[in-house]
């Protein structure tokens, strides 16, 4: 049975925390709790916002009380609905990571001590989890950056970084969605648009999915920008199959708080 703790969040939302640590299997649940919230379609509930290790649930007070909604809450077990998913559909993100959309990563090579070549086979050889979204419309807060890659923020944040950058900031890699300030190291760049307000969805990924991260040419690039443009991309989605862990820990509590760029 999951256990998480219920609190109200001023008078119109209530949140279900699940724990002081930032960890896959926390963070399945946290989304398997909003599925199922989702799911009942729980009249007066408006907006859910998932977190690392929270779901704020935003609601109507005066169509649904706080004691109401948490009472319905207390009932659901995200731990049962989550043990049940064995397989997750995996985006591929396409990531061209040559010097004009990178210019931080020979930076990134002499902090590291790693070739360019080494940490491009390294960050495109991970699957990512969508922990979460924030900070822009369409950001992703990914988790499972390898060590090796790791670093800090700029020193001197930019004042514009490029809409779909790929950046590095501490234990995380993300994707600026559009141009905006930013002090992570920029290593890539993708042609996919992660928000695009024309689209019925404006977000292209959501909290609790998967994307991996495949190096193109700058002519693939090219190439797949112009069938972005025209609409007739087709985004390629895999199936992968998980492996339970004993340790699915990924990020510390109080390692990165996600809330700088």
């Given at each position: 049975m999951s256990r998480f703790t219920i609190f109200p969040e001023g008078d119109r939302a209530l949140v279900a925390d699940f724990g002081n640590i930032i960890d896959e299997k926390i963070n399945d649940e946290v989304n398997s709790l909003a599925s199922m919230i989702t799911a009942q379609k729980i009249s007066g509930v408006?907006?859910?916002l998932p977190t690392y290790r929270s779901l704020v649930v935003f609601y109507d007070p005066l169509v649904l009380t706080y004691g109401?909604?948490?009472?319905?809450?207390?009932?659901?077990?995200?731990?049962?609905?989550s043990a049940d998913v064995s397989t997750r559909e995996v985006l591929e993100v396409p990531c061209c990571y040559e010097e004009e959309f990178a210019p931080d990563l020979k930076g990134l090579s002499d902090l590291s001590g790693l070739s360019t070549d080494e940490i491009i086979k390294i960050h495109s050889g991970i699957t990512y989890k969508i922990y979460m979204l924030g900070f822009l419309p369409g950001f992703v807060y990914l988790?499972?950056?390898?060590?090796?890659?790791a670093a800090p923020r700029l020193d001197s944040p930019r004042t514009s970084i490029p809409a779909r950058s790929v950046g590095i900031g501490g234990s995380q890699t993300g994707v600026y969605p559009i141009a905006s300030p930013g002090g992570w190291r920029l290593i890539g760049s993708t042609p996919?648009?992660?928000?695009?307000?024309?689209r019925q969805d404006p977000i292209l990924c959501h909290a609790g999915e998967y994307i991996h991260f495949s190096p193109v040419s700058k002519a693939e690039y090219t190439d797949i920008r112009k069938e972005v443009a025209m609409g007739g991309y087709i985004p390629?989605?895999?199936t992968i199959h998980i492996e339970d862990s004993a340790d699915r820990s990924l990020i510390s509590a109080e390692g990165s708080t996600g809330n700088e760029q």
């Amino acid at each position: 049975m999951s256990r998480f703790t219920i609190f109200p969040e001023g008078d119109r939302a209530l949140v279900a925390d699940f724990g002081n640590i930032i960890d896959e299997k926390i963070n399945d649940e946290v989304n398997s709790l909003a599925s199922m919230i989702t799911a009942q379609k729980i009249s007066g509930v408006s907006e859910l916002l998932p977190t690392y290790r929270s779901l704020v649930v935003f609601y109507d007070p005066l169509v649904l009380t706080y004691g109401e909604l948490r009472a319905q809450l207390e009932k659901m077990d995200p731990d049962e609905a989550s043990a049940d998913v064995s397989t997750r559909e995996v985006l591929e993100v396409p990531c061209c990571y040559e010097e004009e959309f990178a210019p931080d990563l020979k930076g990134l090579s002499d902090l590291s001590g790693l070739s360019t070549d080494e940490i491009i086979k390294i960050h495109s050889g991970i699957t990512y989890k969508i922990y979460m979204l924030g900070f822009l419309p369409g950001f992703v807060y990914l988790g499972g950056l390898d060590k090796r890659i790791a670093a800090p923020r700029l020193d001197s944040p930019r004042t514009s970084i490029p809409a779909r950058s790929v950046g590095i900031g501490g234990s995380q890699t993300g994707v600026y969605p559009i141009a905006s300030p930013g002090g992570w190291r920029l290593i890539g760049s993708t042609p996919l648009e992660f928000y695009d307000p024309s689209r019925q969805d404006p977000i292209l990924c959501h909290a609790g999915e998967y994307i991996h991260f495949s190096p193109v040419s700058k002519a693939e690039y090219t190439d797949i920008r112009k069938e972005v443009a025209m609409g007739g991309y087709i985004p390629v989605i895999n199936t992968i199959h998980i492996e339970d862990s004993a340790d699915r820990s990924l990020i510390s509590a109080e390692g990165s708080t996600g809330n700088e760029q």
